[in-house]
């Protein structure tokens, strides 16, 4: 691109910026409805909720509760178009629990998926600060915007670690089904929903046949337990320990809606703007921050990205699922796992 209209389009691009941060100080004057203690709870700031996203998560909440799918005091909302990673071992705060007859907002923070990088076939991965790609095809590991209400919690083994206390601990982690509709109607399909970010790293299999979870050869996974509330996810929201503790408490027994923001709409209209250097309409909106550092998102819709998933995993076959491997002699208090 000649050097002119590289200058013309980084200007553009800054001037776009510039007049969604103006329309979305301009949204948040217009809320009509919004107690005045929330109100304060509104902007581009760290740990407030964008307007628009706001609109959308309480007429969510609002037409669920009038067609009797929910009951439940709070409600949920993300902005997924807002950084995540700050540095420094900060986390931005962009998932929302609201609850407005309680007058009680709270902003914790979440991950967004990661996508993934298919050997250059087609690159739809995403960094750790920013989303640049999102979609709602299967196996994509992307997250996806729009309507969703919460389903039931339920509980997996994933094996023992070393506890910080001394002694060995079972890591059992809950997971929060979303149903969806629209864009988001195979969310029960794509396995999509929240948990929190911990996993068990180096696993191997170590005998102790007198656990209830051994296997029919008397072992069980055994691994070391990693926070990874910092990164991303496969597609599903992740948050903190303790996030996760509180939202999935919130509705124990008692669903809810979640509205994720961006929609494809969305998207697609601010990959437009950027491209045209064009003026955002007033209801425009992605964190500027974000879209300084992404230049442009995308949407990758299921009947585009699901085909190329196909071709490549005929292309690829993935390997026989093998065993963990036997946990060797104990080393450092983790059997068979050296720091």
């Not at 007429?59 to 067609?67: D, T």
């Not at 807002?82 to 007058?103: M, N, V």
Request: proline letters at 6%; glycine letters at 12%.
């Amino acid at each position: 691109m000649p050097f002119g209209l590289r200058l013309l389009s980084c200007a553009g691009l800054g001037v776009l910026i510039a007049l969604m941060s103006a329309s979305l100080s301009s949204l948040a004057a217009a809320q009509v409805g919004v107690p005045t203690w929330l109100e304060a709870h509104v902007g581009e700031g760290e740990g407030k909720i964008a307007p628009v996203v706001l609109e959308r998560a309480r007429a969510l909440y609002q037409r669920k509760r009038s067609e009797g799918a929910v009951r439940n005091p709070c409600y949920f909302a993300m902005d997924a178009t807002r950084p995540h990673d700050l540095g420094g071992s900060r986390l931005g705060r962009r998932f929302y629990i609201i609850c407005e007859a309680e007058g009680s907002f709270r902003a914790i923070s979440a991950g967004h998926g990661g996508g993934r990088d298919l050997d250059g076939v087609a690159d739809f991965s995403n960094g750790r600060r920013c989303a640049k790609n999102f979609g709602n095809a299967m196996d994509s590991e992307l997250t996806a915007g729009g309507a969703y209400v919460t389903g039931e919690t339920t509980a997996s083994f994933k094996g023992y670690y070393r506890a910080s206390a001394g002694g060995d601990a079972v890591f059992m982690r809950a997971f929060l089904k979303f149903d969806g509709e629209g864009e988001t109607a195979n969310a029960r399909e794509r396995a999509i929903g929240g948990h929190a970010a911990v996993l068990l790293r180096g696993v191997c299999r170590r005998r102790d046949p007198e656990s209830p979870h051994a296997d029919q050869d008397g072992y069980v996974p055994f691994g070391k337990l990693v926070n990874y509330a910092a990164g991303r996810s496969d597609g599903c929201t992740s948050w903190s320990p303790s996030g996760a503790e509180t939202v999935i408490a919130t509705v124990k027994d008692d669903p809810t809606t979640l509205y994720i923001y961006p929609e494809s709409r969305d998207i697609d209209a601010v990959a437009r703007a950027v491209e045209a250097g064009q003026s955002p309409s007033r209801a425009l909106y992605w964190n500027a921050a974000c879209l300084k550092d992404i230049g442009a998102p995308r949407f990758w819709r299921k009947e585009t990205l699901e085909p190329i998933l196909a071709r490549y995993r005929a292309a690829h076959p993935a390997p026989p699922p093998q065993p963990a491997p036997i946990c060797r002699e104990r080393i450092l208090g983790q059997a068979g796992l050296k720091d």
